[in-house]
C-alpha cells in the first residue's frame, strides 16, 4: 500500500507539465504535503519506496529556491535523512543506489541546515560515510554525493577534528593524487573537503607529520603545467587553499620553505600573470607566500629612538616607565619566536562564525552617565591659578593715557601687550613658575599691575628684528649674508666650497663634478645638499656663475645665495649635507672661481615668509639632536602650486607586483646589495662613504625623521623611520632629503617599519617632494608625486615589547617610485607638507607687521618646553574704540574663543590651519575686522614644539601622546598641556570660560575636515544604556558651529562628525574641557592629510591652500555663530537657522556616525592589510568588495589617528 501510494505521488510529480504548480501547492500554507512525504519517508521500511520519495523530495528541493529548502529542514527533515543513512547502513551489504540518493540529497540539504554537522555527528553518520568512501574508492559514482556531504561535515570544526582521528586526512591524499584528468569534477569536491579539513591546527599537523606538503607543491606543479588552457582552475585554486590552511601553523610554514615553495608558487605565479582570470590563483598563492616569508629583523640595533633624552623623572607606571625599566642588552627588535602558536580548542564550536565577528562598535563608548554630565569638577584652588592672570591682561586693561588718535607706530607696539621685541617679551612674560611650597606666595609673584601695563603701552621703543617667541643666545645673532662663500675647482673638475673657520682652517663643505655651462638647469652643485649652520665671520664674496631663471616661474624677484647656507653663532656638526664624506678634508684652492646662486626671493610673494629671519629663528631652537642644518625647503618657503592635484588612481595589481618584488628577495638573494647608504646609529658618520653609485640622505634638520636607508637594489632603498623619542613606536612622519640622483631613472623607495594597518596611501594620496632645482628656477613649493604607492603588511618582524605585548605582528611597508626631472638635484621627502617650529616663530614675528592701531595683539611665552623652547601664547582682539568706560567694558566682556593646534608634531597641516585662522584674525578686511571686535581670541599654537622640532610623529620628548595627559598633567614633564589646562581653570574661576575651544588636529585614514564634540544625547543613543528624559537634557548648540562650517567650507563634511564620547579619549582635550571647564562647544577639529571626496574638492588630494582656506572660513564661522548667540540678534538667528535648515546647495545636517572602520571605496585587487599569519581563513579575493579594517581593541588607543 505504501508502495503505491509513493508511486502515485511519483507519477503524478513528474508526469505534470508544470511541475512548479504541484511543488508549490505542496509547499502552500496549511498544506500537509510536507510532513506526508516525510512521514512516508520515515515510516517506510521498504527500500524501493525509501527510493520512490527520496526522487520525489529530490526533484522538489531541486526545482525549489531556499524557502523550500527551510521548510523541509524546519520539519526536521535532516533527522529523517540520518536515521535513514542509520538505518540502511545495517543492511548487508547496503544498497548502493539508497546510499547514493541519501548522500546526494544530505548534499543539498547540509549547507541550509546551520545544525547539520551536529546532527550527523550525534546520529553516527560521520562513520557511515567514511566507511562508504573507503569502500568504493573506484566507485566515482557513489564516491561523488559522499565527498560532497564529507565536504559539508568538515566545515564544523568539531566533526573535522573528529574525521582526522579516524583517518580522513590520509584518505583524501590518497584520492586526490597522483595527477589525474580523469573524474574532475570528483577531485574538486575531494579538494574542497581537505581544504575543510585542513582549516583545523591538527589536522595541518597530521598533514606536515604524512609529508604530504611537498605532495601538494609538486600536484600543483603538474596541474599548472598540464592546464594550458585553464580549465581547470577550481581544481588548481583547491590545491592552493589546502596549502593557505596548512600553512596557517608554523610547522607548516617550516615544512613549504623545505619543499621549496616559495619558488614553486613564485614561479608559478608569474607564469599566470599575464592571465587576468588566473587572478584567485595569483592572489592565494601571494597570500601562502607572504605568510611563509621568513619573518626578518629591521635593520636596526635596537626600535628605540636614536635619539636620546633623559627625562628629569619618569612616572612610575606606563609605556615609558617599561621602556626606562627594560634591562639592558634586551633584544627588543625581534621576539625569540615570532609565531604566535595557539592551542586548538577541541570542543564544539558550531556557532562560533556567528560569533566571533559580533564584537560591537560601541565597546569603546562611555555609558557612565556621571561621567556624560560636563560638571566643573573641583580643581586647584584659585589662590593657585591667580598667578595665570598676567596672561589675561585685556581682561583688566583700562587703556587710561593711551592716545587712540596716535600714529600707526605708536598703536602698533600699544596694541599689544609686548612680545614684539625679544629683549621685551623675555621681560615682561618669563615662563611660569609652578607654585611650590618653597616658592613664594602668588600675590608676591610680581605680576604687572595695570598701571604698568599702561605706561608699557605708552612708551615708544624702536622695534629690533622681530624674533618674538625665539630663546635668543648669549652672544647677538648677526644677521645672515647670503652671499658669502665661494666655489673652487680643482684640476679634476671638481667644484668644492672652502669654508675658513674661526680658527683659519679651511673645511672641504662638497666635491662633486661640476655642471658643464651656466644654466641652472644643467645642474645644481652639490654643495646645496643642505643648509649647514656655520661662523659667517671669515668668509670672502668672489663674483662667480649666476642662475638664470627660468621664464614661466612665479617668482620674479630673486636674491643671491652662497651654497651651501652658513648660519653664524653655531658650531657645524656635519658640512655639506647628503653629498658630504665624513671627516673628509680639502686644501683651499687658490685658482678656483667663485659662484653665486641667484634664487628666488619667496619673500615678496609670501607675506609671512622671510629666509633671512628664518636663518634667525632658527638659532633660537633647541634640539635634542643639536641639529647644524637647514632644510632648503623651510628656507626658501612653499608657494601652493595653482594646478590641481588629483587623488592618485590605483593602478590595478599594483600591490601584488610590490608584493612580488619583495619576495624576489628570498627566490633571488644574490640580487640583493643590502648596502646601508645612511644610518643615525652612527651618530659620527650617519652618510656612508661611497663610490657615487648610491643615492645620498640626510634628515638631521629641524622636523626631519629618517634613521637608516639601504639599497637593496641598484635603484631601490628601504627607509626605516625613528621612534618618537622616549618611545619605541609612532613611525609615521618622514621628511629627509636625497641627492646624487640619476635623471630618468625610476626609483623605489620603501619604508618598511609602518605601524598602522592601513593609510591613505591606499585610497589615492601621494608624498610629497620639493625640489631645490624647480625652487632656485622660481618654483619653490611641495608637489605631490609618486607612482605604484601602495601600502601592505612586510615580512619585517615587529617585536611583542613594540607590539604591546603581542606576538607575531609584522610592520608594514609604504612604497613609491619616483623618476627625477632633474640632474645634480637635492630633493626632499615628507608625508606632509612640513611646519617646523622655526617657521612657527617666523609667522608669529611677522604677524606684528600685520598689526594695525585697531588690532590688539599680544605674544606671550606660556612656558618654557622639556628642551627648552618657548609655547607662544596668542592674543587677539579688536583694540576698543575709545578709553571710555563703556568702550573698556565691551572690550573686557567679549567671549573667548579657546584655540590650539600640533598637540601631535606629525599632523602638519593642523598648523597650516591655524596659518590660515592666524592670517585671517590679523587680516584688514570689515569680517576680520567684525570678529575682534566680537570676540578676544587665546592661541596657543604649538602645543608640543619638542615633538616637531625633533621629528617626532605623536610624542613629545616625555615619549607620551600629550592628548591624553589633559585630565592630569604632570607640570614637569607635560608643562604645555598643564599651563594651557590652567589657563581654561582660571577662566572657569573667574567665570569667562571660553564660548569655543577648538583643538585642530590631523587624520590620516579619512577624507574631507570634520569635527568631533561632545553630547549627552548622541553619547546615549549610541550605546544600550538606558537613560531618563532629565538625563537626555541637553542644548543642541552643540551641533552649529560644524553645521555652520558644512555650509561654508568646502572641505568641511557634516557626515563625519561624530559627537559621541568615548572612554579611550577621556583623558583628550576636547573631552576634558567639555567635562572639568564645562564649555559646552567643545571640539576637536581633524583635517585630512589625504583629499576630499566630497564638495568643491571633490578627487583632489588637499593642499595649504585649502588647509589655510579652512582655518580661515573657521573664523567667518565664528562670526556666523556670533550672530546666533548674540543677545541683540534674535532675527540674525532665525535667519541663519532658517538658512543652515533650508539649503538645498548641500546636505548639512546628518545623524552621527560612529565608525571604527574604513569607509573607503574597495578597489578591483584583493588588498590584505591586517591578516596575520595565524588568522587567514578568508580568501583574499573574498575582500575585493569591501575593506573593512579592524583594529586591535588594545590598540586602538596608540595608533588611533583620531587625536
Known sequence: MEYCYARRHHESVVSLDTPEKSGKEVMSKGSSGMEVILASLENSRDVQTTLNILYILSELLTVGRGRRMGVFVSKGGTGILFQILTSASKELPPSEELMLQLHSLLAKVG??????????????????????????????????????????????????????????????????????????????????????????????????????????????????????????????????????????????????????????????????????????????????????????RLPVPTIKSAFHYQLPHVLPVGPVAQLYSQPPGVDDVVDESDDNEETEAETDTDNEEDEKDHRTLNDDIETDLNKLHPTKSPSRPFEELRVYERFFLELSEDF??????????????????????????????????????????????????????????????????????????????????????????????????????????????????????????????????????????????????????????????????????????????????????????????????????????????????????????????????????????????????????????????????????????????????????????????????????????????????????????KYEYDLVLNSDINSNHYHQWFYFEVSGMRVGTTYRFNIINCEKSNSQFNYGMQVLMYSVQEAISGRPRWVRMGTDICYYKNHFARSSIAAGGQKGKSYFTLTFSTTFSHKDDVCYFAYHYPYTYSTLKMHLAKLEALRTPHIYLRQDVLCETLGGNSCPLLTITAMPESNSNDHICQFRNRPLIFLSARVHPGETNASWVMKGTLEFLMGTSPLAASLREAYIFKIVPMLNPDGVINGNHRCSLSGEDLNRQWQNPNPELHPTIYHTKSLLQYLAHIQRAPLVFCDYHGHSRKKNVFMYGCSVK??????????????????????????????????????????????????????????????????????????????????????????????????????????????????????????????????????????????????????????????????????????????????????????
Not at 561535515?153 to 593524487?177: P, R
Not at 664674496?541 to 643671491?560: M, N
Open 111 to 296: 549547507p541550509k541546515d546551520r545544525k547539520f554537522g551536529v546532527k550527523a555527528r550525534l546520529s553516527g553518520a560521520l562513520n557511515i560515510t567514511i566507511s562508504l568512501i573507503k569502500q568504493n574508492l573506484q566507485n566515482a559514482k557513489l564516491l561523488l554525493p559522499c565527498l560532497q556531504v564529507l565536504r559539508v561535515y568538515s566545515a564544523n570544526s568539531v566533526n573535522a577534528i573528529s574525521l582526522g582521528k579516524n583517518g580522513v586526512v590520509e584518505l583524501m591524499f590518497k584520492i586526490i593524487a597522483p595527477y589525474s584528468k580523469k573524474n574532475t569534477s570528483l577531485l574538486k569536491v575531494a579538494l574542497d573537503a581537505l581544504g575543510a579539513l585542513l582549516k583545523s591546527k591538527t589536522n595541518a599537523r597530521r598533514a606536515v607529520d604524512g609529508g604530504h606538503v611537498p605532495a601538494l607543491l609538486a600536484l600543483y606543479l603538474d596541474w599548472h603545467r598540464n592546464d594550458a588552457r585553464h580549465r581547470h582552475m577550481l581544481i588548481r585554486k583547491g590545491l592552493l587553499v589546502c596549502l593557505r590552511n596548512i600553512t596557517n601553523i608554523k610547522l607548516g610554514r617550516k615544512a613549504f620553505i623545505e619543499a621549496d615553495g616559495m619558488r614553486i608558487l613564485y614561479n608559478t605565479s608569474t607564469e599566470c600573470l599575464p592571465v587576468r582570470t588566473l587572478d584567485p590563483l595569483i592572489n592565494t598563492s601571494s597570500l601562502i607566500m607572504r605568510k611563509c616569508f621568513p619573518k626578518n
Open 400 to 713: 587710561q593715557g593711551y592716545n587712540f588718535e596716535g600714529s600707526k607706530g605708536a598703536s602698533t607696539t600699544s596694541s599689544s601687550g609686548s612680545l614684539s621685541s625679544s629683549s621685551s617679551s623675555t621681560r615682561s612674560t618669563r615662563p611660569i613658575i609652578v607654585p611650590t611650597a618653597q616658592a613664594l606666595s602668588p600675590k608676591h609673584m610680581g605680576t604687572p599691575g595695570s598701571q604698568e601695563i599702561c605706561n608699557s603701552i605708552k612708551g615708544q621703543h624702536t622695534q629690533p628684528p622681530p624674533s618674538a617667541t625665539s630663546r635668543t643666545p648669549a652672544a647677538s645673532l648677526a644677521s645672515l649674508e647670503l652671499d658669502t662663500i665661494h666655489l673652487t675647482k680643482d684640476h679634476d673638475k671638481k667644484e668644492e666650497a672652502h669654508i675658513p673657520t674661526p680658527d683659519g682652517h679651511t673645511t672641504l663643505s662638497s666635491s662633486m663634478h661640476s655642471p658643464q655651462g651656466q644654466m641652472i638647469e644643467q645642474g645644481l652643485p652639490h654643495a646645496l645638499d643642505c643648509v649647514s649652520l656655520e661662523d659667517k665671520g671669515a668668509l670672502t664674496v668672489e663674483d662667480g656663475l649666476k642662475g638664470v631663471k627660468q621664464e614661466g616661474s612665479p617668482v620674479s624677484a630673486t636674491r643671491h645665495i652662497q651654497s651651501p647656507l652658513l648660519l653664524g653663532d653655531i658650531a657645524t656638526r656635519r658640512v655639506g649635507g647628503g653629498g658630504s664624506d665624513c671627516g673628509s678634508e680639502g686644501a683651499e684652492d687658490e685658482g678656483g672661481e667663485g659662484a653665486v646662486l641667484e634664487v628666488p626671493d619667496t619673500a615678496l610673494l609670501l607675506p609671512l615668509h622671510d629666509p633671512d629671519l628664518y636663518v634667525e629663528m632658527v638659532k633660537g631652537t633647541r634640539s635634542v639632536p643639536q641639529y647644524a642644518e637647514v632644510a632648503y625647503p623651510d628656507y626658501f618657503g612653499h608657494v601652493a602650486p595653482t594646478f590641481k592635484e588629483p587623488l592618485l588612481e590605483r593602478v590595478y595589481g599594483v600591490q601584488r607586483s610590490k608584493i612580488f618584488q619583495d619576495i624576489e628577495r628570498l627566490i633571488h638573494p644574490n640580487d640583493i646589495l643590502d648596502k646601508v647608504v645612511y644610518d643615525l646609529d652612527i651618530p659620527s658618520c650617519p652618510v656612508i662613504e661611497d663610490s657615487g653609485e648610491s643615492l645620498k640622505f640626510n634628515s638631521q634638520f629641524e622636523s626631519g625623521n629618517l634613521r637608516k636607508a639601504v639599497q637593496v637594489r
Open 1018 to 1203: 548622541e553619547t546615549v543613543w549610541q550605546s544600550n544604556i538606558s537613560a531618563t528624559s532629565s538625563d537626555l537634557h541637553e542644548d543642541l548648540g552643540y551641533r552649529t558651529l560644524p553645521k555652520i562650517l558644512s555650509q561654508i567650507a568646502p572641505v568641511f563634511s557634516m557626515a563625519s562628525c561624530s559627537f559621541v564620547v568615548e572612554r579611550s579619549k577621556e583623558a583628550t582635550a576636547r573631552v576634558v574641557v567639555w567635562r572639568e571647564i564645562g564649555v559646552q562647544r567643545s571640539y576637536t577639529m581633524e583635517s585630512t592629510l589625504c583629499g576630499c571626496d566630497q564638495g568643491k574638492y571633490k578627487g583632489l588630494q588637499i593642499g595649504t591652500r585649502e588647509l589655510e582656506e579652512m582655518g580661515a572660513q573657521f573664523c567667518v564661522a565664528l562670526l556666523r555663530l556670533k550672530r546666533l548667540t548674540g543677545l541683540r540678534n534674535h532675527q540674525h538667528l532665525l535667519d541663519l537657522e532658517s538658512d543652515i535648515i533650508g539649503t538645498q546647495s548641500k546636505v548639512v545636517s546628518s545623524p552621527t556616525t560612529y565608525v571604527m572602520e574604513e569607509d573607503e571605496p574597495s578597489f578591483l585587487e584583493a588588498i590584505d592589510y591586517s591578516a596575520e599569519s595565524d588568522n587567514e581563513d578568508a580568501e583574499p579575493d573574498h575582500h575585493e568588495h569591501g575593506n573593512n579594517v579592524h583594529e586591535n581593541p588594545d590598540h586602538l588607543d596608540q595608533l588611533s589617528d583620531s587625536y
